[in-house]
């Protein structure tokens, strides 16, 4: 993560645009500050190709990586300008088409969202509710966690996000089909 000019767009988790102001525990310069007079308030953005939604691009990861299919950099290269910028539930739409087309349907999704801040607490209802819409799944399906790094590595130092997504599929048969 960076200051929010460098980057030119806003923090996006879950299909949820985060706009915030916040604190870095790193000078302007980008050096870790261990004083608190060295710490200044930031709007913070993501850099990256498309909209750089970390759950998005996870979970579209563990679905190819469940069909044993190629990482979604390879699906969608970030040197093709079809997806400078682009709202990352593409990604998902493209995989969940995928997934049903080789017969499979959500088992179970487990997220976990680790960053310092922003705090997501509130906001993981409404991711939920998008990756449910997305994947044409149940709510007791998906599962939201979010955790920090305790000020440690650039997950602590807010320069950077992570995220883990575990996903079982089941395979569709016979009358489940529509499921």
């Known amino acids: 993560m ?8 806003p923090v996006v988790i879950g299909g949820v645009v985060i706009d915030h102001v916040d604190q870095k525990w790193t000078d302007k310069d980008g050096k870790y500050a261990e004083n608190p007079g060295d ?5 913070l953005g993501v850099l ?4 750089g939604d970390v759950i998005y691009h996870s979970l579209v990861d563990a679905i190819f990586g469940a069909l044993t299919l190629p990482d979604i950099g390879q699906v969608f290269q970030d040197t093709d300008p079809r997806w400078k910028g682009c709202d990352s539930a593409k990604f998902i739409e493209h995989a969940y088409d995928v997934m049903k087309y080789y017969g499979y ?3 179970n999704i487990d997220v976990t969202l680790i960053l310092e ?3 997501v607490a509130g906001f993981k209802p409404r991711m939920k509710e998008n990756i449910v819409k997305l994947l044409h799944t149940t709510e007791g399906r998906v599962n939201i966690k979010a ?6 590595d650039s997950v602590g130092e807010l320069r950077s996000l992570s995220c883990h997504v575990v996903v079982t599929l089941e395979k569709v048969v016979g009358n489940d089909a529509d499921l």
């Open 2 to 9: 960076v200051p929010f000019e460098e980057a030119g767009q």
């Open 39 to 43: 710490i200044y308030e930031t709007q």
């Open 48 to 51: 990256a190709h498309s909209d």
């Open 105 to 107: 349907r959500i088992g």
């Open 117 to 119: 801040r922003p705090k």
């Open 147 to 152: 955790r920090t790094h305790e000020k440690v």
